[in-house]
């Protein structure tokens, strides 16, 4: 199965303050074990908001908004993609993250990634997961 593991921005990593160098470190030591373990598919921090943009839909309309954005609490900081056995194993290395925005209350949020097995009750001919393998292949062989 594979988590989504995703740490929640704060008022400082909105602003751009960058962390410590002791808690690059601890990340550097964490995201070692999740690799030694066979967990670590992916992981990333993010630039704050004010960098980004997002796009709205309605009907056939797109609209730009530009960042920054004003729920803090609601806004991502950073990822990790995790290949874990549940969601138990992903809250358990959860609780082992040296704590991601130290001197204020942070959060983590886990999310289970759909595979394309999930998909199966509306794809009965096997058509779709197909397309989405070959796709995937192509993706890994782009090396991006």
Known sequence: MR?????????????????????????GKYNEELVKAGVLLAGEGLHPSAKGARVKFSGGKRTVVDGPFAETKELIAGFWLWQVKSKEEAIEWVKRCP????????????????????????????????????????SESKGR
């Open 3 to 27: 988590f989504m593991i995703l740490i929640k921005a704060t008022k400082d990593s909105e602003t751009g303050v960058l962390p410590s160098t002791e808690l690059l470190s601890a990340m």
């Open 99 to 138: 704590d991601p925005m130290p001197g204020t209350e942070s959060e983590i949020e886990i999310r289970q990634v759909f595979e394309s097995e999930d998909f199966a009750p509306n794809d009965p001919t096997g058509e779709l997961m197909e397309k989405e393998r070959q796709l995937r292949e192509l």
